[in-house]
């Protein structure tokens, strides 16, 4: 590489300004001896970037260390030569007439700084290339110096780092998508419970009721009835005050499950909010404002008013919790389009018009560890006694089994916001059905039942039920003996089938259409816990269908089966 046998004295690369060229013999690139070690070729050197020198011909001219390492030549095997030796084949003539340019308006200049250029080594193997480019008066004429950087490893690292933001993303996507699951997965094993918990708890809320009402028969006014009458009276109401609130929870359970019975409506949100503000008020303590935004035009969403206003009861409660010396609870609405850009960050929205729901409190904030569980059943941070951990599950379930999603927004110390999108409906609202019309308490007149439990204490308590209601009782434990039944009775024998909806064998449902083709004037009525996925086209009831939730009481049974029979 010493060897040097640059061709003429005439490469000094003179400045632009003639006056300084005071010292060209110090800056003359022509080699002072055999060594070439002349104080231009040094600084050359020197430099950090392989750089070469190209005359007006196209000739390379000068050429330093690093450039003939960079390319793999001798520098004997460089000077004079065209400078596209060092351009890859496919672009030698798109150089060419790029330096003809170039050298009509010489500037520095950075090319490469977009697409990346290539180089070519003696080897023939590519690279890609940053340049940059100086123009030089020189004696003879103008001189291009060209800066070359190897950008191979920095496109690497870039691409590399590119590589590592999309495993990160899809990782959370599919983060995002094993929560889904997992919390779907633990719907359906709540679902499951609730719903044989749901044929306990109307079993012992039935008996502990016969065991008020003969009781609270025989405690007269006068108060000479026998002490332990009253006493049984009393822990009567005890077992049937514990078991109502069992049935609240695995109400909330299956709220969770979505699998309980839900009759939405078309619900203005702001509207509903507006109607239990007075309520939230009381739920929340004199020490805590509520603060409403809710402007006009949003969109009416499809849920029903009582899951609505259970999920702001929960939320409301969750927050003055977290706030108990105080703070803001703030609840907005607002208008939100979700289009093509707001679905990519949010995978789980479909795209559409949605209504945003907000509460937002000043409280104690949650930690990462936190937010990852609160949709979790019966996931609590709070003391026993104090908290169910059904809250947040619950309000997943409702706000999901409406097609919306929840959101988390938590920061430690300075509060938490819920978000939840509710599709905007095109529905209409639906005239209100005669369900829905407090029925008073009536009896029966002899009317035929044909019972279908497969729950043998359910069967029973429902039979002594109807028999007191002045029914006459057929039962049957399953489908198979009631369509054994139903065959042996006459026309008209039958007036009602009272069945319930999950058995084994034959559902409820499959049982009543082959009842019905027995029997064509019969009246059906189901009973369940757990009816949704069954009776319920996409989680709506058709009005058509009569349900009756379990766990019920006598009342609430008495006039179901007396409003399917009138
Ligand atoms: P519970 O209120 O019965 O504990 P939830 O499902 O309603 O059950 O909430 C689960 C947990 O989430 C709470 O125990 C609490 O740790 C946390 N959490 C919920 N809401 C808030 C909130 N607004 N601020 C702080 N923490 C909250
Ligand atoms: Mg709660």
Known sequence: MDTDSAPTGELSPAPARPDSAATPGVLSAAPGGPHGDSLFEQLLDAAPDATVGVDQAGSIVFVNAQALRLFGYRREE???????????????????DLRKKYAAAATHRAMGSGNPLHARRKDGSVFPA??????????????????????????????????????????????????????????????GIAHDFNNLLAVIINYAEFVTDTTAGHLPAGGDAEPWIADVNRDGQQILRAARRGADLTRQLLAFARQDVTRPEILVVADAVHQIEDMLRRVLGEHILLVTRLPGGCGPVLLDPGQFEQV??????????????????????????????????????????????RVSDTGTGMPREVIDRVFEPFFTTKAPGQGTGLGLAMVYGIVTAAGGTVGIYSERGLGTTIS???????????????????????????????????????RQVCRRLLVAAGYRVLTADDSTAALDLARRQPDGGIDLLLTDVIMPHLLGTTLAEQVTALHPGIRVLFMSGY??????????????VRLLEKPFTRDQLRSAVHRALR
């Open 78 to 96: 460089l000077l004079g030569e065209p400078i596209e030796i060092l351009v890859p084949d496919d672009m030698t003539r798109a150089h060419r």
């Open 130 to 191: 940053e340049i940059s480019l100086s123009g030089l008066q020189a004696g003879t004429g103008l001189i291009v110096s060209a800066a070359v950087r190897d950008i191979s490893d920095r496109l690497h690292a870039e691409a590399e780092r590119a590589r590592l933001r999309e495993e990160a993303e899809r990782a959370k996507l599919q983060n995002q998508l094993q929560h889904t699951q997992r919390i779907e997965s633990l719907g359906q094993l709540a679902g």
């Open 312 to 357: 702001l009861v929960n939320l409301a409660v969750n927050a003055r919790d977290a706030m108990p010396d105080g703070g803001t609870l703030t609840i907005d609405t607002a208008s939100v389009l979700a289009d093509a850009d707001y679905v990519s960050q949010c995978p789980q929205i479909r795209p559409g018009e949605y209504t945003r729901l």
């Open 420 to 458: 939840i999108m509710l599709p905007v409906t095109d529905r209409r609202p639906a005239p209100r059905t005669e369900a829905d019309v407090a029925e008073p308490d009536m009896q029966g007149h002899g009317e035929t039942v044909l019972l279908v439990e497969d729950e043998p204490a359910l």
């Open 531 to 544: 009816a949704t996925p069954v009776l319920a086209a996409r989680g709506t009831l058709d009005p058509a």
